[in-house]
């Protein structure tokens, strides 16, 4: 890998971490536990836009294995893994079929894929099928946190087309 390139998406994985980090420090918006924001997947969407899925991947992996390390707890770890790999699959599948193009809707598949991968990761840990009572607010607010982070990567890659080519 060039170290231009290594530069760069190792400069994503630090804004995302610090997104992530500041995110972590806002108290949650409901009182329902898996819900939040997402605002790190604002990289992972921008990522997709000018790297490749394989480039993605490492910087969503690295954000996710530091980030709970140094932010979370060891379980958050495997929820984290179960939602961002799910998420990250849907949308490069979406913004493949879709041409690069409405990453608000993007984002907003990405956001439901991540809380379904979560709520199945649940299910798996405790065999509980009460953990599927949660999927009609899970499917909200990600549709809601996803759109909304779709909107800020889509002004975010028309603002950073101008400055990056690809590497």
């Not at 879709?98 to 379904?116: D, P, S």
């Not at 949660?134 to 028309?158: D, E, R, V």
């Given at each position: ?69 140094l ?29 690069q ?8 598949l ?21 953990v ?5 607010y ?15 990567a ?14």
């Amino acid at each position: 890998m060039p170290v231009k390139k290594l530069t760069h998406l190792a400069f994503f994985t630090a804004i995302s971490m610090s997104i992530y980090a500041i995110e972590s420090a806002i108290p949650p918006l409901v009182p329902i536990p898996g819900i939040k924001l997402g605002l790190a997947n604002i990289i992972t969407l921008i990522l997709l836009h000018f790297y490749s899925r394989r480039d993605t991947l490492l910087v969503l992996l690295a954000r996710i294995i530091l980030s709970s390390l140094l932010f979370g707890q060891a379980i958050s770890l495997v929820y984290s893994l179960a939602g961002g790999l799910l998420s990250l699959m849907v949308m490069a599948f979406t913004m493949k079929l879709l041409r690069q193009k409405f990453c608000f809707l993007t984002g907003a598949l990405g956001g439901v894929a991540h809380n379904i991968g979560q709520l199945i990761t649940a299910y798996a840990i405790t065999a509980t099928p009460g953990v599927f009572g949660y999927l009609p607010y899970f499917l909200l607010s990600g549709i809601l946190t996803g759109l909304f982070t779709g909107f800020c990567a889509g002004g975010g890659t028309k603002y950073l087309a101008k400055y990056m080519k690809p590497l």
